[in-house]
Each structure stands twice: as C-alpha cells, then as structure tokens.
C-alpha cells in the first residue's frame, strides 16, 4: 500500500512539475511578499522548490549518520 501510494504521488508530481513553462517556474512563489519579490525577483518557484529539496536531503543525510 504505502509502495502504491508513493508512486501515485510521485506522478502527480512528475505531471506538474513537466507542464511548468520556464515562466512559471521564474514567477513570485505563494509565500514571498509581492513587495520582497521585486527587491529580490531570484526568490522564486524554482528556488524556493530546490531550497525546500536540498533542506529535506540535509535532514536525511543527518539521519542516515544516526548510530543505531
């Protein structure tokens, strides 16, 4: 059950992420201010994505050196 749901998900995700054009991708993210986006227009979609990734994989990683 848990393998089936996970490969649901991730095709979800791999359809969404496919139909993003370049533009979406570079558009203000949902939590930055309109007003912080105009002083800082790289804090978009895509980078606010890679940042939330590279944080979880830092987790992971921190994780996976835990001694059992």
Known sequence: ELS???NAIVEELNRA?????EKDWLS???VVSEEDFKKEPHRNKLNVMLTRVTHKASHLGQIALQVK
């Open 17 to 21: 992420i496919k139909n993003y054009s």
């Open 28 to 30: 203000r993210h949902t």
């Open 4 to 6: 089936f749901q996970w």
